[in-house]
């Protein structure tokens, strides 16, 4: 029986990943703000429980906040708490998330969303310590440490007036700038391994068949815009829709919202569903060959292979659909259907 624990962890071993994970480590026991750097799902908030877990503040409260979730004129009083009666709607008085990590960690995510009367509060709150309530006369001593992420280029906030220079300067002690999942070497199949068997231990498989050759293949190919999260999903979308634990897993879908169909909006709002009309979108990667170039002194018959090896692989890839198989490949549907016929392919999925 398969067996992982299902917990939240670091897996690499390139040097980009490794290096990152290294710094966090070092900067973690400092009382210290961190600034953590990176592209969407490369794992900032992973960085900053990292940082929290191996700190003196590991027992007190790791609290989160999204910058960018809140409204405006919602995340001052989301942040400093405000009194009751401070403006309508405040029917009592409420802590802000200074006051709840009193004594742990404040994790700040995407950072460079603060309005500046927000950027304002938050530098006084780390140079002095303390916070005032929307709608307070006196101010709060808190004990909170500061780590914020954020996809942006803060420096280049400042040069255009839109981020504080002297807040930028107290929270980038230490800036750790996590790697793309592009840029991390090797990292790809331990990745894929480690998602394709926690996958297969929630579906209760017996077997882990791992992912053939040409789909690791692909996905070492691929870009990743979307990085762990992006690799996480399609490796997990990949396991659940394979059909047969005893065999490796061959079929990829990198957009999950491809398909045959569209949804068209017209101008009054409605929907109409419409064909389209050309080629399926596919992942920004080469295709792989069905197996390697050889010598052979029967062209025909290394031409028919091939033939049938691609049409066994786009069927599998559009799980046997064969009007989404027939558009992918340029073909209308009976010439799909002649094609399977001629290479004595069944015309439904296998059981």
Not at 114 to 126: G, K, T
Not at 176 to 205: N, Q, S, Y
Not at 232 to 242: D, G
Request: proline share 6%.
């Amino acid at each position: 029986m398969l067996g992982m624990e299902r917990t939240n962890q670091f897996v690499g071993q390139s040097l980009a990943f490794l290096d990152a994970v290294e710094r966090a480590s070092r900067a973690a026991p400092l009382n210290r703000p961190v600034l953590v750097i990176g592209e969407r799902g490369t794992g900032k908030e992973l960085i900053a429980e990292r940082l929290h877990h191996l700190s003196g503040r590991w027992a007190g409260p790791l609290v989160t906040m999204n910058c960018a979730a809140l409204p405006e004129n919602l995340i001052e009083a989301e942040l400093f708490g405000h009194e009751a009666g401070s403006f309508t709607g405040a029917a009592k008085t409420r802590h802000g998330r200074f006051e709840e990590a009193d004594g742990g960690t404040l994790f700040l995510d995407e950072l460079a969303t603060l309005s500046s009367p927000a950027q304002d509060r938050l530098l006084r709150a780390v140079e002095y310590g303390e916070i005032t309530r929307i709608g307070a006369s006196r101010p709060i001593e808190v004990d909170v440490r500061i780590v914020a992420a954020t996809n942006e280029h803060l420096p280049g906030l400042v040069d255009q007036g839109r981020f504080r220079a002297d807040l930028l300067d107290r929270l980038s002690f230490e800036v750790i700038t996590l790697p793309p999942m592009r840029a991390r070497k090797g990292d790809i199949a331990l990745l894929v391994e480690h998602f394709g068997r926690r996958m297969g231990v929630e579906l209760e498989w017996t077997n882990w068949p791992g992912f053939s050759p040409q789909a690791l293949a692909e996905l070492e190919r691929y870009s990743w815009p979307g990085n762990v999260r992006e690799l996480r999903n399609v490796v997990e979308r990949a396991v659940y829709r394979h059909e047969n634990p005893e065999r490796p897993i061959q079929a990829l879908q990198f957009d999950p919202f491809a398909s045959p169909w569209v949804l068209n909006h017209d101008s009054a709002g409605a929907v109409e569903v419409a064909a389209r009309t050309g080629e399926v979108p596919s992942p920004t990667v080469e295709p792989a060959l069905p197996f390697p170039l050889v010598a052979t002194t029967d062209l025909r018959g290394a031409v028919a292979d091939y033939e049938k090896a691609l049409l066994e692989n786009a069927l599998a890839r559009h799980r046997f659909n064969q009007r989404s198989t027939a558009i992918a490949l340029g073909l209308t549907y009976d010439q799909l259907r002649h094609a399977m016929k001629r290479h004595q392919l069944a015309v439904t999925a296998p059981t």
